[in-house]
């Protein structure tokens, strides 16, 4: 028999209609769209049996630690391990899952659409009631099939803004760990990180985060840049290094700089928008939050709470087994 | 033998450096990139033999009667009606060229570019904190491969923005005063202006401006469309009428509207913008502004002045011989 109980839902992405299945196997839904203090989290977690994580609270090992009902941490996304203490989901045997295999459309289009807002500088234009005059300090903005788009990490997401841009004529190249079969049918060059980083005049950051992205987009990569590149991150804010950054920013290694998350230290968040404010098109993690992405999503953690509550297998387990 | 002489180019975004063959046929430029008063706009003409017009003022009917030597005016683009009293060009013999075999990318990627940015909110994302509580009445948004997207107005741009969608995934339909060729290509299914107004999520304008086009996207347009649905101009302003765009804001049947271009008179636009600024994407008529793009007109206009002071035939004349 599957156990069966309480099930937190936190994240204000979430359409409930989508977490029938849960109920109609005998659990008892606490939706929590708004961010929980840790506190907050600890108290709802202690009678919960199953976790579907949808929203920006971090699952720190304290929580955890008293959460004696709880089988599972289903995490909606894939970077599960900024949001969830690893180490005490493994002390208390608990199953983590993540949803890798979401659709890539959503974050593929948004990056798509920042790349054109800051290629151009649309934001600048907003409300102008005259066009610009350009000049030498401030040319008009080349045509964004002549620029050279470089993207780092070529998984589901990096592939589909590869097709996209391939579509708008861009040569685009791309760094990963591993050269991709991917790569053969759309023609992209395969450049290792400080080669692509020269080459390119937009670079496209779409790495999952880990401890071996933490920081990837360093001082020695911005130092391979031209002056007035433009650097597009809808990962996770925590892949470029934010020292190395303002630096970029400050010396015009990077003219425009799109950024979908931000630092966990909201004094280097508050830093950077105070200095480079207009220059940053900057969001709260948002990318993926469409109706169809965010569905897919919530639909695959319900199947992961399921098979947790049944102690079946789940092809979709970060941690434990 | 070439007549030559003093030849005035309007217009910020022209790169001087393209008009070498101007000057290696004998002329004298000028080249007065800030927007030119009416009388400051006469004084110039008053000794020019050609009119290299990029710029946003009007070639009046009293600007060209005391230009006694001009022979061209070299419309840099596509709306030369708008921008040059076509009847006193004709009574003063002259010609007019524009240039209407201009690359179709810089138009098209800008218009992708606030379609994606119109669909999902992301002006209205850039900055916060947190991310948004989706509730019902501001729901997340649907992503953009989800959305059916009208194009009215199948020139070359038009057809590029449609493959551009279709790389994307949207369905997409089309209205034009004739079926296309090109549908065939891209599966584009052609219907009446009012039925592709009732069968779109998203409404994209990109007609020329002409007489017939004036002011046709109007009440009975607007009439068709659902609540909640995007409408983009990235023509001109005018082919929308104000009072009927004004009412669909109110009414909510547009949520969001990106134009490229005023209203000449400006009450007309200060009300729009005071009214609704934060649902309008309202740029300066600047989506032709990239240098690959000016480039390519800049050329063009440049060959038919040069045709004009030969006597030559030329293929881009719009008006006179």
Not at 12 to 32: C, K, Q
Request: proline letters at 4%.
């Amino acid at each position: 028999m599957a156990y069966t109980g309480k099930i937190l839902v936190t994240g204000s992405g979430i359409d409930l209609t989508l977490l029938g299945p849960l109920e109609e196997a005998g659990n008892n839904i606490v939706a929590r769209p708004k961010l929980l203090s840790p506190a907050e989290l600890k108290a709802e977690l202690r009678d919960a049996v199953a976790y579907l994580h949808g929203g920006e609270e971090y699952a720190s090992g304290e929580a955890l630690s008293t959460a004696e009902l709880l089988k599972i941490v289903a995490f909606m996304g894939i970077g599960y391990e900024s949001f969830v203490d690893v180490d005490a989901a493994k002390e208390h045997g608990l199953r983590v899952t993540w949803t890798p295999a979401r659709r890539p459309d959503a974050v593929a289009v948004f990056t798509l659409g920042q790349i054109i807002y800051a290629n151009l500088g649309i934001r600048d234009r907003l409300d102008e009631r005259h066009p610009p005059q350009w000049t030498a300090a401030t040319p008009m903005p080349s045509e964004l099939s002549a620029q050279r788009v470089g993207i780092v990490g070529l998984g589901s997401i990096g592939t589909r803004v590869a097709e996209l841009l391939t579509a708008v004529g861009c040569r685009v190249a791309y760094h990963s760990r591993t050269r991709k079969l991917a790569e053969g049918g759309l023609g992209l060059t395969y450049l290792g990180l400080h080669e692509l980083a020269a080459w390119s005049d937009i670079l496209v950051v779409l790495l999952p985060e880990s401890q071996s992205t933490l920081n990837i987009i360093d001082a020695s990569v911005f130092a391979q840049m031209r002056k007035g590149s433009i650097l597009i991150n809808t990962a996770r804010a925590v892949l470029v290094e934010p020292v190395a950054l303002a630096n970029a920013l400050r010396d015009g290694t990077i003219a425009v700089a799109a950024i979908d998350g931000h630092y966990r230290d909201e004094s280097v968040n508050d830093a950077l928008r105070a200095e480079f404010g207009p220059r940053l098109l900057w969001t709260a993690h948002v990318a993926a939050h469409t109706r169809q992405s965010m569905a897919a999503m919530v639909e695959q953690a319900v199947q992961s709470v399921l098979k947790a509550l049944d102690n079946a297998p789940d092809e979709n387990v970060a941690v434990g087994h």
